[in-house]
């Protein structure tokens, strides 16, 4: 089992920067896919950045890229989302999610088996 711990949520400018960890706890942990959700209130959480189980691949959803990078320390057990360039509309709560295999970069919200508790970013104008 492997259970997943955001942190690093907060309330900043557009145009500002945060970065958001996720720690991992679990044997399994390096096997998994890791990635980055979010979901802003009445609407379907949506993929934001994912990483396959070494890091050698990436993925980001259209609207982040150039602006947000995931990173992942396996000797920390902990994944990253670096977001630049903040906008109002990257408000959110934003949720690690684990999935299995780890081959893949890009990751469904149905396939994840573990998801953290979320931490919320807010962007302001």
């Known amino acids: 089992q492997v259970q997943l711990v955001e942190s690093g949520g907060g309330l900043v400018q557009a145009g500002d920067s945060l970065s958001l960890s996720c720690a991992g706890f679990?044997?399994?942990?390096?096997?998994?896919?890791m990635g980055w959700f979010r979901q802003a209130p009445g609407l379907e959480r949506e993929f934001v950045a994912g990483s396959n189980w070494n890091g050698g691949r990436t993925h980001y959803a259209e609207s982040v890229k150039g602006r947000f990078t995931i990173s992942r320390d396996h000797a920390k057990n902990t994944v990253y989302l670096q977001m630049n360039s903040l906008k109002p509309e990257d408000t959110a709560v934003y949720y690690c999610?684990?999935?299995?295999?780890?081959?893949?970069?890009?990751?469904?919200?149905?396939?994840?088996?573990?998801w953290g508790q979320g931490t919320q970013v807010t962007v302001s104008s």
């Open positions: 999610a684990a999935s299995f295999p780890g081959t893949e970069a890009t990751i469904e919200a149905r396939s994840v088996n573990y």
């Open positions: 679990g044997r399994a942990f390096h096997s998994y896919s």
